[in-house]
């Protein structure tokens, strides 16, 4: 460990000058689980240093969605930092069935590399399953001086915008309330690391968490029949005493459903920043933050509740403090911001269903059972391999032995679907493939569909739908996300600093667009292969 604290010591001795026309520091923000219209709903109360401050000076783009289905985490980080589409780089969702080992499998899982900082599971992830390389990936390539970290609670948010060439992707373990990160990346954690560790475990930030305004700041009501009741509550209000809600679970997931581990994530992206001398090289750096925790208590608790609306507000001073590190460590115009999200989500369909709009749930493991049913009476054997996202794999094995064809059985299967409430239309792989209509809905399942991963028949839900599993805990409280409608797939997207006029684009654009006009501002030898340029975030020279 000595040693080599004393490297990085000795390394504190480069000269340090800017490259002309670049920024000093690149910091993408990706907020996990934000609809655009937050800017909106929760802006009144939104500080002036914040969100609001990137509004009034820099570039508001209010048209910004995904372009391909399904709407999650891990594919919406990838597409952001690589500018493709699933379809591209190959992170289709969270996690899928991977046909060689008929397992499910996590999108940065990887038995191959084992956990530095922490001996625990969380470590065991790598960028490895990516297939094409990220903004970040080619920012290195450029400039070989150029410094790549990440930041996030979800191993996911950290590990795909790092890119496959990251200097340190750091995310949090849940059993030592620290930051971890895997044999991919390095041997030790970095000194600075250790010793933020040590002073800034989880366990230190979590408080009592009550709302920051007066009760009459908030659109929503405290206590509502759609919000999950965390295990040790009675009711799903305020004040939440994390600490012991952790106690009473014995888990830090009540932490990390709280703003208190947003403030954490800040902390560790400012220490991350002071210590690894982001910006103060001869190239420009890039730090990538993912904020986790929104998207944790959106699941539990839905869009309409006043504590997704206080982790905004909250949200917002930690964007306030942010900024306020970086303008006054660098000024406006040597760094350059962008600030979006991952995907959205949709209200609670109980809640649409009792409001009386279209919206509801499909028991997707009862679908399932019945299908296999179905298939066995059919044809004597069960042909399903298993469902993941909403796609249905076909068991090859069997289907080889049967001597039937694989057409067959998926034109029984999608037959028996057809009709179905709650299921808009189904689409077999290889439509998806080779598909010739422009189709809206189809065309986004295309652009998620990578062959060797995805399933053989992919279903789309009606407009707020969810699918729910026999698992469920809770049903008809709390949400989720991952479909083609406008709730999932229109998210902010906010840019500031260098270059950046300020400016409302109200054209759509897609996901992808965000690391094109990157490559371009920041003269990258080699941009993405999908993805158009956002025309007015480039300055004319
Ligand atoms: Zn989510």
Not at 128 to 150: A, C, G, Q
Not at 267 to 283: N, P, Q
Not at 318 to 333: A, F, I, V
Request: hydrophobic share 35%; aromatic share 10%.
């Amino acid at each position: 460990m000595k040693k080599s604290c004393l490297f990085i010591f000795l390394t504190f001795t480069s000269i340090a000058y800017s490259q002309k026309d670049l920024p000093k520091i690149i910091v993408g923000i990706v907020v996990d689980q934000m609809c655009y219209d937050y800017l909106n709903r929760f802006g009144a109360n939104f500080s002036k240093n914040g969100f609001n401050k990137i509004i009034n000076e820099g570039a508001h783009l209010k048209n910004m969605h995904y372009n391909y289905i399904p709407t999650y985490t891990g594919p919406g980080h990838a597409s952001i930092y690589t500018g493709t589409t699933p379809d591209h780089h190959g992170i289709i969702a969270n996690d899928w069935i991977e046909r060689k080992t008929r397992t499910q499998v996590n999108c940065v899982g990887d038995a191959g590399v084992y956990g530095i900082g922490g001996n625990s599971l969380y470590g065991q992830s790598s960028p490895h399953r990516l297939n094409k390389k990220t903004i970040t990936d080619m920012l290195k390539e450029t400039y070989p001086k150029s410094k790549v970290f990440s930041v996030s609670i979800k191993d996911r948010g950290a590990i795909l915008p790092g890119g496959h060439q990251s200097d340190g992707s750091y995310w949090f373990d849940y059993n030592n309330g620290t930051f971890i990160t895997s044999s991919f990346y390095r041997e030790e954690l970095p000194c600075w690391l250790k010793k933020f560790n040590k002073k800034n475990n989880a366990r230190s930030y979590a408080k009592v968490w009550e709302p920051l305004l007066n009760s009459e700041a908030y659109s929503a009501e405290d206590d509502s029949p759609y919000e999950r009741i965390l295990r040790g509550k009675t009711k799903p209000i305020f004040p939440y005493d994390i600490k012991n809600l952790c106690e009473i679970s014995g888990s830090l997931t009540p932490f990390t459903t709280s703003p208190f581990a947003n403030t954490l994530l800040t902390d560790l992206a400012l220490r991350a920043i002071k210590k690894e001398k982001l910006g103060k090289g001869t190239s420009p750096d890039m730090l990538c933050i993912s904020y986790s925790s929104p998207d944790i208590a959106g699941h539990a608790f839905g869009p309409d509740s006043r504590e997704i609306e206080d982790m905004y507000i909250r949200l917002d001073l930690e964007l306030s403090r942010l900024l306020n590190t970086l303008e006054s460590s660098y000024g406006k115009s040597n760094i350059l911001l962008f600030l979006t999200a991952d995907h959205g989500v949709v209200p609670v369909p109980q809640k649409l269903i009792d409001d009386g709009k279209k919206g509801g749930y499909v028991f997707i493991d009862q679908l399932i059972n019945e299908l296999r049913k179905k298939s066995i009476n059919a044809y004597g054997v069960d042909f399903i391999l298993g469902q993941d996202n909403l796609n249905i794999y076909l068991d090859y094995q069997k289907i080889k032995t049967s001597g039937i064809e694989k057409e067959d059985i998926l034109n029984f299967i999608a037959l028996n679907i057809k009709g179905k409430k709650g299921i808009k239309q189904s689409a077999k792989g290889k439509q998806l493939e080779n598909l010739e209509t422009d189709d809206g809905l189809l065309k986004m399942l295309s652009k998620g569909f990578y062959p060797t991963r995805s399933g053989d028949l992919l279903l789309i839900l009606e407009h707020g739908y969810l699918p729910k599993t026999s698992l469920s805990v809770e049903p008809f409280k709390g949400t989720s996300h991952g479909s083609g409608y406008a709730y999932d797939t229109h998210v902010p997207c906010l840019w500031y600093g260098m270059g950046i006029e300020k400016i409302e684009v109200t054209r759509r654009l897609a996901i992808t667009d965000i690391s094109t006009t990157l490559s371009q501002i920041l003269k990258l030898k080699k941009g993405p292969e999908t993805g158009t340029e956002i025309k007015e975030l480039i300055t004319a020279e």
